[in-house]
């Protein structure tokens, strides 16, 4: 007890010094990012080493949380967005232009948003076992012509974002048909998760052949397991994109730090840490420093992305679309 | 003493109708209902009725056998077919799919015989999980039942050669299955996570899962609070059902008695009735011991502090439960029993959302987190602790009220000489019920948590998302351990020295 009192002590008093780091940066972000498992520790690291300032993460879902809070948000920055909430996002008003320079950007899209800034994305993608899976679909359309034997899962639209991307793809693909085709999917659909995680759980328990997951969850399995096995199907119709964002607020108190940081972001230090952190493709980062096992993937030809206006308008009636053509 | 009855009363109050008219009061009420809400409506109330009816039934022939046979383990088994019930809804899911997936137990057992596979997938799968979670307390309500009809009757009803079922079990069930099959009608009423991976689909969607949809994702708090005041209502109407239906306001604590029964045969179907329980509800345990092992290898970093962090939120959940539920009964009356009642009714992340609306002008809500989820996960447990304590501190004033009044003992006095003494065993029931309810509920810290704040089910959930679905059946395994193991002492510690 007494020794552990004395050292303690002792550390507090070494440790005192280096406390000149007052400033803070108060970043949101998702709780995925900020764990111990996510992307967020060595992003911290790296930006406390350059920014002579202390991240201080505070987790949690990040549009729900800004609206409540409104303009007593603490945040500097929000960090984790996705793109499909874009619009409701820029609707609470809360947030200040970037100020980097997009040209250093490189999605397959054109991306000049002042106040959104895309820090990494990837594709939708259903995921499956190549050593298990023989009629591999080629297209969706050969997806929802599969035979009825095939089991997926998905996650709902109404409480994911990539249930609601999926939606908008089909839509996107199918048009007028979208509904039809959801219901011929149906049969196939084994079940439908309210996010993710509980999804690719069922894959990997060997509950389903194909889950709805991204381009980018082989490199996972190949980079820290390495294991070759999991493979995304490609679509000739095209993949829908993921793009998360970062923005800073404009009643931040620090607004330099936050400008620092969004300046961060696009920044190759932080781009490569993107890839096997938060298994995703790095936004600012050209495709030949991508880490090895993201070269090998497979890559869609064609992105599908609908700007923010269209994909708010369209979601209610591809929710509308799915949830009629799955209960049927 | 009536007043600390009135406190515990008000803060439940404020808890669950309080929190909810906050959300109202931030974004207003929504005042219209979808097609989809009323399909939701119509599964929810549907799903939870046939939930109930499977439950009542099929605990019938188990309780029966329990009562009448006297054998070896059956204290034990007893005791573990109450886990289901404790385990924490994100375990539960691992292993029943662990026996009725696709790669399940019982779809291996059915190719031997060249039959399946079925799938779990469904609304039959959320039927399912809801019979495995509320079968041991049918069969505790109903055994209950059993014990209360006095040996003499069995050994008159003997003696005359009397038909025992006609005369005797048939009355008694008539007048114990109805109270049980309400209550727990209202359990699935407004359970939500169940729904969730089971349930196969938009047609399997319940009501709370439109309100975590509204509030975590549409962030639509008109809708949520909506929705919840459409639960308030229906768990309203069921609960006015069970009281005309005359149920238990009881979960029954000591059943180590065995019925005197002096009737040959039946002992086919008693062995059969209790293999079979055994089998369902002790399957899914043995598979989410056997999916944990692996994980148990690499655990992560911050396991043990998360699993410090959910003992000290469930204890904590825990001795503010037993307080409540202990005023409430003390306190009895109308008032009592709506504060039984209402977190039933209530959602829990309405109540987080209420919360963070009334905490946030005052205090950084990630500050409060732990205590957050304490306080909820106390509330939401009220209504089963205090089902255990109320009759046991009812029958305690009934016995020795009276002697109590003429040595003047009252308020504390009253409580240590009087009270406790009698209510050892459902006191430690009540808390081991409690604080294994508390380890398993991911509850409002997801909304609130800030760094180093996880606790267990947080963590897991944390690891799925980063694809380490082994690392978090690893979790999910210590979690179940240390949930049982928190119900067996609290269980356990009110037994010693107790009179049966």
Not at chain 1, 3 to 13: D, E, Q, W, Y
Not at chain 1, 75 to 88: C, L, P, R
Not at chain 2, 73 to 86: K, Y
Not at chain 2, 334 to 355: D, I, K, N, W
Request: glycine share 10%; with cysteine; proline share 6%.
């Amino acid at each position: 007890m007494h020794h552990r009192l004395i050292a303690g002590l002792a550390l507090a008093l070494a440790a005192s010094p280096a406390v000149a780091q007052d400033r803070t940066l108060t970043v949101y972000a998702p709780d995925y990012f900020a764990s111990e498992w996510g992307p967020g520790p060595a992003i911290k690291e790296a930006f406390e080493a350059e920014c002579d300032c202390t991240i201080d993460y505070q987790t949690g879902d990040l549009l729900p949380r800004l609206k409540l809070e409104g303009a007593r948000a603490e945040a500097d920055v929000a960090i984790g967005f996705d793109s499909t909430e874009m619009k409701q996002a820029r609707e609470t008003g809360l947030f200040a232009p970037h100020g980097v320079d997009t040209g250093a950007l490189t999605l397959p899209i054109d991306w000049d948003d002042e106040v959104f800034l895309p820090f990494d994305w990837s594709y939708l993608a259903f995921v499956y076992d190549n050593e298990a899976l023989d009629e591999v679909p080629g297209s969706f359309e050969e997806l929802v012509a599969a035979s009825d034997d095939l089991r997926i899962a998905i996650q709902d639209p109404r409480s994911s974002v990539s249930g609601l991307s999926l939606a908008l793809w089909a839509e996107e693909v199918f048009g007028d048909e979208v509904e039809a085709k959801w219901a011929k999917l149906a049969p196939k659909i084994t079940t439908v998760t309210p996010g993710w995680s509980e999804a690719y759980g069922l894959f990997t328990e060997g509950e389903v052949d194909m889950v709805l997951s991204y381009t980018t969850s082989p490199a996972y399995h190949a980079i820290a397991e390495e294991d070759d096995t999991v493979s995304a199907a490609i679509f000739e119709e095209g993949h829908y994109m993921t793009i998360e964002l970062a923005a800073r607020l404009a009643g931040s108190e620090e607004p330099e730090l936050a400008e620092q940081f969004m300046q961060f972001v696009v920044s190759p230090e932080f781009q490569s840490l993107i890839p096997t952190s938060n298994w995703s493709y790095p936004s600012a980062l050209p495709q030949a420093e991508w880490p090895e096992g993201f070269q090998t993937i497979a890559m869609p030809e064609k992105a599908i992305w609908l700007p923010e206006d269209e994909a708010d308008a369209k979601r209610d009636a591809a929710i509308e679309a799915w949830r009629q053509g799955l209960s049927q | 003493m009536r007043w600390p009855g009135g406190i515990a009363a008000g803060l439940v109050i404020a808890l669950t109708l309080g929190t909810l008219g906050a959300v109202a009061w931030r974004a207003g009420f929504a005042l219209r209902l979808g097609p989809a809400d009323w399909a939701a409506i119509r599964f929810t109330v549907w799903q939870a009725a046939l939930s109930a009816a499977l439950s009542v039934t099929l605990a019938v022939p188990v309780a029966r056998a329990l009562a009448r046979r006297r054998f070896f383990g059956r204290a034990a088994l007893v005791t573990l077919l109450g886990a289901p019930f404790i385990l924490p809804v994100i375990v539960a899911v691992i292993g029943l799919i662990g026996v009725f997936g696709r790669g399940g137990l019982l779809n291996e057992a059915l190719a031997l015989f060249g039959l399946g596979p079925v799938s779990v997938y469904g609304w039959h799968g959320v039927v399912l999980a809801h019979v495995f979670f509320n079968l041991p307390l049918a069969v505790r309500l109903i055994l209950q039942g059993w014990l209360a009809i006095p040996a003499e009757r069995f050994r008159l009803a003997a003696s005359l050669g009397a038909p025992v079922g006609r005369l005797l079990e048939w009355p008694m069930l008539r007048a114990v299955a109805p109270g049980a099959f309400a209550v727990i009608f209202l359990i699935c009423l407004t359970s939500f996570a169940v729904a969730l991976t089971l349930g196969g689909g938009p047609r399997a969607t319940t009501v709370e899962l439109a309100i975590y949809q509204a509030v975590r994702f549409d962030f639509d708090l008109g809708r949520a609070a909506m929705l919840a005041v459409v639960q308030f209502g229906l768990c309203g109407a069921a609960a006015m059902a069970l009281r005309a239906a005359g149920a238990p306001e009881t979960l029954g604590a000591g059943l180590d008695r065995v019925v005197e029964r002096h009737e040959p045969g039946g002992r086919l179907i008693d062995t059969l009735a209790v293999a079979l329980a055994a089998l369902f509800l002790m399957a899914p345990l043995a598979m989410i011991v056997g999916r944990g092992l692996p994980g148990l290898l690499e655990l992560p970093a911050g396991l043990w502090a998360a699993a410090a962090r959910s003992i000290a939120v469930a204890l904590g959940a825990t001795a503010l439960t037993l307080v409540m539920a202990l005023a409430l009964a003390l306190r009895g009356g109308a008032l009592a029993r709506l504060s039984m009642l209402l977190p039933l009714a209530a959602s829990g992340l309405v109540m987080g959302t209420g919360l963070f609306v009334v905490l946030h002008p005052v205090i950084a809500p990630r500050d409060v987190a732990l205590v957050v989820t304490m306080l909820v996960n106390a509330v939401m447990a009220l209504p089963f602790a205090a089902r255990v304590l109320a009759p046991a501190v009812a029958q305690a004033e009934a016995g020795h009220g009276r002697l109590a009044d003429s040595l003047g003992l009252h308020g504390l006095s009253r409580l240590r000489w009087l009270i406790l003494p009698r209510i050892r065993r459902p006191l430690g029931f009540a808390a081991g019920l409690t604080a294994a309810l508390s380890m398993g509920d991911l509850g409002v810290i997801a909304l609130f948590a800030g760094d180093g704040q996880a606790t267990l089910p947080l963590l897991m959930v944390r690891l799925m998302s980063a694809y380490r679905m082994e690392q978090a059946a690893g979790v999910a395994l210590v979690l179940l351990a240390i949930s049982l193991a928190l119900f067996w002492a609290f269980d356990r510690g009110g037994r010693v020295d107790a009179a049966a």
